[in-house]
């Protein structure tokens, strides 16, 4: 099955099958927050971005209230990914153990940050919030970096 949302003209279009295998990645760091990357393509007129894929964080530290991941050591995987599939990254996701999937003023400032550095390249990253408990996707939302304000996709 397929989940659509909308934020003004952009379509952002994923398989819950990768929704429930980002979920399954996090269930083992309960009741500490988890994450990782977002990996897709937009359409050829940029009006539709289809996440395709999640690498989970290797290198990172978490509490129940706080996911800070290292990216360096994935600059090959990364040159790799759009080299033989036309993908890279888009943006991030993290769990919200026993939390609501919202964002907090930490995960705004992170998203400015990465839109502000030279190596990124991306303006308007998108960001992954999941709800999850000790037995359950409780819930979930996208959103996008749009002026240095996160927008909710709907």
Wanted: charged share 20%.
């Amino acid at each position: 099955m397929t989940i659509t949302r909308h934020y003004k003209n952009l379509k952002l279009v994923v398989d819950d099958s990768l929704l429930e295998s980002i979920y399954q990645s996090s269930c083992g760091h309960y009741p500490k927050e988890y994450g990782g990357f977002l990996i897709g393509k937009y359409s050829h007129d940029f009006k539709t971005l289809h996440i395709q894929q999640s690498i989970t964080a290797g290198i990172f530290k978490s509490s129940r209230i706080e996911f800070t991941r290292e990216s360096g050591y994935l600059k090959c995987e990364f040159e790799k990914l759009f080299i033989h599939k036309g993908l890279y990254y888009i943006g991030e996701w993290h769990t919200h153990p026993d939390g609501e999937a919202w964002y907090s003023s930490t995960d705004l400032n992170a998203m400015i940050s990465i839109a502000h550095e030279k190596n990124v390249k991306i303006d308007n990253p998108v960001l992954l919030i999941l709800s999850i408990t000790n037995n359950s996707l409780r819930d979930f939302n996208f959103f996008i970096l749009n002026n240095n304000r996160l927008e909710i996709y709907e």
